[in-house]
Structure formats: structure tokens, C-alpha cells
């Protein structure tokens, strides 16, 4: 697994299990959130830095 992917997992878990700690997301929905949160960070990851 390449370091940015590894990245991208921690991320998304990190986000998910904050959700699901503070009750804003039930244990039910943990699939599909967590597929919604990985496609939007990896978008982010992968998106074009913008110069400065």
C-alpha cells in the first residue's frame, strides 16, 4: 500500500469514529459513511495544489 493511500485510510477512519463518538453518525450507517468520507478525502488528496 502506497504511503498516500495508508494516508488517506487513517484519515477517513480517524473522521468516521469521531462521528460515531460524538452520535452523529449510528454504528447502521458506518458503510456507506465511510465510503462517502474516503472518496472525499481521497478527492482531496489527489486534487491539483493551486500555486500560490
Given at each position: 500500500?502506497?504511503?498516500?493511500?495508508?494516508?488517506?485510510l487513517?484519515?477517513?477512519?480517524?473522521?468516521?469514529?469521531?462521528?460515531?463518538?460524538?452520535?452523529?453518525?449510528?454504528?447502521?450507517?458506518?458503510?456507506?459513511?465511510?465510503?462517502?468520507?474516503?472518496?472525499?478525502?481521497?478527492?482531496?488528496v489527489?486534487?491539483?495544489?493551486?500555486?500560490?
Amino acid at each position: 500500500m502506497k504511503p498516500e493511500e495508508e494516508m488517506v485510510l487513517k484519515v477517513t477512519k480517524e473522521i468516521v469514529i469521531k462521528y460515531i463518538e460524538i452520535g452523529r453518525l449510528p454504528l447502521t450507517g458506518f458503510n456507506e459513511a465511510f465510503k462517502a468520507v474516503y472518496s472525499t478525502v481521497q478527492e482531496t488528496v489527489k486534487a491539483p495544489s493551486s500555486p500560490k
